[in-house]
């Protein structure tokens, strides 16, 4: 059995300390602006897709030059101010979630990684253990705690 290699990741100090230089500048310029809601609350609101985008701003067109048909109670600078946040926050968005989408699937690799390391480690040392090879039953003790046995298990109910 070989040892998995499915990510190499590496980065400088000078590179991770700016890395969280710009999300900590980040965290301090969007997050007082942002706001969040509840999953329930959202699945309330109507949505503004891909394809929604053209006939909101169609519709802002319009209503900017035929200001007789807009009515009353509707605020032309609040819904000019909508449809400029969501170009602005659109062209954060879409980087911004390729980078979390990658760093996400990034972890997942590291951690299929280190975890089929530490399996394979595991395993050595529990054979170790069979065969009575100093320190090897310590260890084992120690990490076999993650794999509480069905015999064990049994015992506990």
Known sequence: MTQQNLISFSLSQEDLSEIRNAIATLNGKLLPVLKNIKAEDKNELPRMGDKTIAFVEKALEHCSSNP??????????????????????RSLHGPLSQITESLSDSMTLAGSDAYSAALMFYSSVKYARKSNVAKAGTIYDDLSTRFPSKRAQKETK
């Open 68 to 89: 007789e048909l807009m009515p009353p109670f509707l605020d032309i600078g609040e819904f000019k101010s909508d449809v400029e946040a969501v170009g602005t926050l």
